[in-house]
């Protein structure tokens, strides 16, 4: 979201390539909570959509992942000529090789925390609203596991430059939150657990 509202910017048609049925409940949720369906389908597009819209002048921004295998839809990487990577995790062996641009830093917390850096530095930083830095919040607490690991300056740097454009920490909270069912099961499944020997 915080790559989707910087590049709408600069760039008329800038898209997110979505499938609700492909990506993990809770970021289904985030989205479906914080945006209508009608402000969805004017964001978000399709594999076969994107595959329509793809040409020589298209730029294909990979969040979050940089190897073709982890990509929701890899056959678009095969079709995209530019290609940006924006990424906190190490380095896989099957990384996309030689990107237009690379932002790749496994030393962050997050790809939010990356990307609220890039914001930072913008001509104008109040290119995304409070719904979007909420989100991007909740990326970093879900990253982070609510600034228990792998959590620097940077980190509460970011994290205060959200909180400066609006961010609320208990809505980036409950984005997190398990629904009612999956807590049960949780605690069924804690309440069933046997300890063999200490530690295990």
């Known amino acids: 979201l915080g790559m989707y509202y910087l590049c709408k910017k600069y760039i008329k048609d800038v898209y997110i390539i979505w499938d609700e049925k492909l990506v993990e409940k809770k970021a289904k949720n985030a989205m479906t909570s914080v945006y209508s369906r009608m402000e969805l389908q004017d964001m978000v597009i399709s594999q076969a959509q994107a595959n329509l819209k793809a040409g020589k002048k298209t730029l294909l921004v990979l969040v ?4 073709q295998k982890l990509s929701l839809y890899p056959d678009i990487i095969d079709k995209s ?49 409070v719904k979007v830095a909420t989100v991007m919040l909740s990326g970093i607490l879900l990253d982070t596991n609510y600034f228990r690991r792998q959590t620097g300056i940077r980190t509460f740097e970011a994290c205060a430059i959200l909180k400066e454009l609006g961010a609320v920490t208990e809505d980036a909270d409950n984005l997190l939150k398990d629904e009612y069912e999956e807590y049960l099961l949780k605690t069924k499944i804690m309440n069933n657990v046997e300890i063999p020997y200490y530690g295990i």
Not at 64 to 67: G, L, Q, T, W
């Open 64 to 67: 979050d992942h940089h190897s």
């Open 81 to 129: 000529t530019s290609i940006a990577v924006i990424d906190h995790h190490r380095k896989n062996e099957d990384a996309i090789t030689s990107p237009g641009y690379s932002f790749h830093d496994p030393s962050a917390s997050s790809t939010c925390e990356i990307i609220t850096e890039i914001i930072k530095y913008a001509e104008e930083r109040n290119v995304i609203d």
